[in-house]
């Protein structure tokens, strides 16, 4: 079962093909399990297994084959079966290293299979008043397992010598009902008359937490009547790595959130609801609320303040079946139990995300830009999505491009800007950023309408980590071709989904000093026997890229170079936005890649704003380098001042042979001997001076120039130029002679 | 040129601006003068001081067509050419020696002219064009009068008029000060001027910041820069706007500026004519009844509660006494542009916002204005507090033991020890370098003459009366003067500090080996 959520235009801008209006997709095809006899459904969270029960064995989709990669989906998981003893079957939970099974018998005993050894033991409630409510498995240090029971919580240890339950701690309360999700590990207990007094308790790794005890608010229909909380309206969700717990109101139709600290739990505030029956998941750190009876969803990012809603409600689609409705897809493939197991299937999704794929599509971008100033909370919002890292970053560097193509004001841009940088820079102080430059060249124009362009997703044109290299050192010209085959390389993708696969790595020096792995993947197939190989792609580039966070390089390769190849007319304002992202990166102490420099010099210079690009460089926005030195130099072919300050700029680089060749190229050659001689400059071949002053048609400068090697280098008169020009000079002054007699 | 000067000890100094192209005809010579300073000449003494200069200059064309007669050295008096447009001629004739302040640089003195005309051409477009719209000439002389009296007014000390001397030999006029600033500040300045110019839209403004009487920036042509500069710090600046009204009191006495504003055709001449100079038959007044801006009158500045710099110069609006907004031309553009000044503690913001982009007049301007203030008041605080904070106050360029004037050529900046500090130089030094400087004009000129494009490098260094050196350095279209007065010692001492100093705070420009 694997979920994709993903967010998508609205209606005003037509989602290009498949008219499916949804921001929440449920992956389609759904996995199918077609087990003959099949009694229950049962989903265990701690391990991720789901487990339809047969008469006589247990059916087990194993759920991480299915890589969040692996599109499109296949149906046909393998399936491992084991068989046990008879018997009904109330619950059935896998030990978290899976060698174990409990399978909860009745209201007062549960029995473990041991798998390897088809072994089994039972345990039971000690006193018949005593009735089980449910159990888990833990990664607790205390622990292994742990019995809800109306009476409190039991904890045991596994011993698996004697093959037994050790209780190590037991917890007396009463208890009604309870909740527990594996991945928030909190397990909360209702107590009370209307079950609305909660203790919780959370098995971390770190140890048990208790939290305080607190009441939710329930409002109350009439003046007597006091309204029952339900199992069913709790939630615990995980978000940004908080622990929430969302308690429904059926009364008051609200959604009332709590947020759990250490030593408090404070409650947030409401959320309306507009359906009797709702449904919360997570996927990716967003809330989705089914609303089940208006069969849509409302998204919303906790993490901001507002409580408003991401987006417009739109219904729940199964991606494939474009005009079908969210009760088919819920159906499908589940026999009886339909929104039982429909929660089920969110449910997978809330805590293991990485089944769902986060797919969000550019068409966002197309939504935003045409929709809202509220780009900067887009990407504000994009940059904290873990999952899926890479798409994020990508919209995020699509939806930068489209706001400057469509030439946004310049504040608005700014702030984008501002929430890109500050976001790399946070994840260059948590270390989330791993500087692995794995990006998707997406030419933002084309529609990620179906499945068959997700599975070209990940490829990526490599083109440019080489041509980075060759830029630093051939200067400045050579980056048109490394971005026109960027270019090509992801339009190519489209069709490249049957290409073979291909990984390279290299080490990249980059201009900060920083030696970068750059993980070259190279467009692959995605028939089902790559999908091994899949594995392996989606865990390195979750080692990789585990933040969407956009380095100033990437922001220079895929946003203002990319940028300014379409960008028509006045280049003024993309100046003006490279100069709100210097100031971005000032901030936050980030340096940039020499060719943002490069590219404001031409920029500018294009305009023949020469006398700006001269405070520019003067002020040192645009900090001094080679590149930018000779990129000077270069536009100075049209203003000599210009040149000249890229001349100065080479000089106070103390790139020497540089500047002593290009003073001797711009014919002042006495200069550039003095200052040859004062930084020993030897590396400029005398002929070139020579040259020079020969051309000048003043033997006296020839004879000073001459002399001077003469001087400066030994052996200089063994030398054929010495010869040459010894012979001009000469005949320069038997001319000069000549004609003044 | 005796005669002429003679009768003119009242000051010591004439200036006249004449149009070749007219008055050719016997009896018709007063048609030639376009302006005449002191205006209560007899016209027979105007008339011979201009008749000289056309001699001349007349004289001198047959030889060097291209760049005429520059200047006349008499026995008691220099006649400095400046040929604003063409056959449109200003020439000042200042008294040598009579006193023992009257010694002057001639190039400094030919700066003034240029920077008086080139002000008149930012406000009113050129004297040709002038010329052209009203062939009487009447429109013209109307403007000058006004205009140069009152730029002139901005130079008296006591009783006279103090035209740069020997004394102002490390300042450089026609030249922008910039200041310096950090790389943050410079990006939060570039940010703020990308907020500027898309002030209104789509059309492109202009801007210009100030801090005191520095340039942070601008996005002007050169040219115009300097124009709109030396506007801003004469009138704009804050140190303008609060000292206004002292320095020119002398000029000023007797008048009250309530004149200015009630628009009777009388007004472009003024009190300062009418006290000092009385008004001459060739301002023809009556001639022209809609009043002339006064653009550079005094004190006509002030601050409006948004922030705004507003003046009544350019008149009222009657309706609804809004002021009418300034408006200038740029030389580059040959556009109008609407002139919008705002100030910010010591922060001056110039937004020139061109005339053919705002169709309702007023109104288009106001919401300019109003955009400007939405879109730009963040960052406005934000420079200024940055700017504040680097700002190293008054004596910020002194360095110590040294009085220097450096001039960038090609970008048309300089920056020099503040004045309080050249102060404190002996008579001797200065007139040193006054003397050296004249000798680097000359050969720059000739350098410049013989053959264009190429630079030429030089460095003097001597050694005055009282021991102090002068030198001077040029390179690479840089130059550096200065004085020392302590390195007493030898030549390769002051060569050696001159080093330091390049190193130090010129990026080594002038350390030539």
Redesign the interface.
Known sequence: MSGKASSSSQPSIGLSGSGALSHIYIQYPPLRCSIPESRGLHYDDGTKLLIPSTSNQFVLFTQQIFSWKTVPFNPLATSTSDSIPEGPILSIRFSLDTKLIAIQRSSSEIQFWIRETSEAFSHRCRSDSENILGFFWTDCPLCDFVVVKNSGLDLFAYDSVAKSLDLVEMRKLNVCWYVYTHESRLVLLASGMQCRTFTGFQLSSAGIVRLPKFDMAMAKPEANSKPVLAAEDVYIVTVYGRIYCLQVDRVAMLLHSYRFYRDAVVQQGSLPIYSRKIAVSVVDNVLLVHQIDAKVVILYDIFADSRAPISAPLPLQSRGFPRSYSSSSRSSGKDGECSEVNNKIDHEGIIYGDNWTFIVPDLICDAIAASSSETPSVLEFLQRRKLEAIKAKQLCLGIARTVILERRP??MV?KAIDVLVSSYSLSLKTGSYFKGIKTESTSSGVAKTSVARSSTDVSTSRIDGTSIRHESTAGVDSEYPSRASTFSASESEENASSAPLRTDSRDLQLGGGKVDRVNLTGAHSSGPTDNPVFVNISEQQDSELTSPAISPDEMYKFVFAAVEEEMVG?P??L??II??F??ST?MEKIKVHPNLYVLAIQLLARNE?Y??L???VT???L?PSKEVALQLLESGRQN??TR?LGL?ML??LSLHHDYVSLLVQDGRYN?AL??A??YQVTTVRPALFLQAACSSNNSQHLAAVLRFFSDFIPDFRTTSDFTTYYGILNEMNTSVAATSF | MGLASASTATDGMQLCIFDLRRGQNEGQELDKILFFFPADLPFSTQLSVIGLSEGLITFTRIFSPEAACEIIEAERHSHVFYEAETDIWMVMVVEKGKDSDAIWRIDALRKVLKEVHSLFVMFYGSIRAMLEKDPSGGLIRSHLYPFIMDYLSDFPVGKKLQLPSFRDCLKERGTVQMLT?G??A???V??LV??L??CAGNS?CYSMILFHDLLV??????DD?INLFTYAVLRLSPNALSSGVNSWSYIRRGSTSSHFVSGSALTHSGPVSEQIYHSSDTSPVGNNINRVTRALQHGKWYKGKDGFLVTDIWGVDVGSLVCATPTVWLQQTEEAMYLCPYQFKSLTLILLIPVSSILNGEQGVALVKQQLLE?ASLKILKVEEKLSKGWGGENAYHVSGYRYLLVDG??NISRASPPGKVTTLAKESLLALSKLRDEVDLEKSRAKRDNAGCEK?LEVSIRAKNNAWAIARIT??KELYMVLEKASETLLYASDAVEKFSNRYC???FS??
């Open positions: 310049v504040s700014s006045d003024s304002y100046v003006s100069v709100e210097l100031c000032n704003r006398a700006e001269e405070s520019f002020n040192k926005i900090e000599i001042q000249k100065e000089r106070q200069e003095r200052y001689r004062k | 600033m790389r943050e410079a990006i939060e570039q940010s990308s907020v110019d898309s492109s920036s601008t996005t002007l042509s050169p820069t879109n090609d970008r490098d690479g279209g990026n080594g420009a030539l080996d």
